[in-house]
């Protein structure tokens, strides 16, 4: 089992800078890929960033490109994402998640995951 607990959200006005973190603790034995999703009131939750831990291979939704940037710090089992420039339409709680192996679940940068934290709010104002 992982356990993920996210934080680092608040209010911030349009075009300022957050910065998510992530603790991860519990089984990682063949884990492959951490991601940040968002859900917007009414609407899907979906993938923002992911990163593959062997190798680092990093991959970002159109939307953020430029603007986001994930990391992984594997000495403090922890996941950031450092989001500037932030659009008053990314209002969302602001997700961690981890794979899970299986060919179910939410799908995101070809991985499947599984493994949820409980959500940090992020608000950005116009």
């Known amino acids: 089992v992982v356990q993920l607990a996210e934080s680092g959200g608040g209010s911030v006005q349009a075009g300022g800078s957050l910065t998510l973190s992530c603790v991860i603790s519990?089984?990682?034995?063949?884990?492959?890929?951490i991601g940040w999703f968002r859900e917007a009131p009414g609407q899907e939750r979906e993938g923002v960033a992911a990163?593959?831990?062997?190798?680092?291979?990093?991959y970002y939704a159109d939307s953020v490109k430029g603007r986001f940037t994930i990391s992984l710090d594997n000495a403090r089992a922890t996941v950031s994402l450092q989001m500037n420039n932030l659009k008053d339409d990314e209002s969302a709680v602001y997700y961690c998640?981890?794979?899970?192996?299986?060919?179910?679940?939410?799908?995101?940068?070809?991985?499947?995951?599984?493994?949820w934290g409980q959500g940090t709010q992020v608000t950005v104002s116009s």
């Open positions: 998640a981890v794979d899970h192996g299986r060919h179910d679940g939410r799908r995101f940068a070809g991985a499947y995951f599984g493994y």
């Open positions: 519990g089984d990682m034995y063949d884990r492959n890929c």
């Open positions: 990163i593959y831990i062997g190798g680092g291979t990093t």
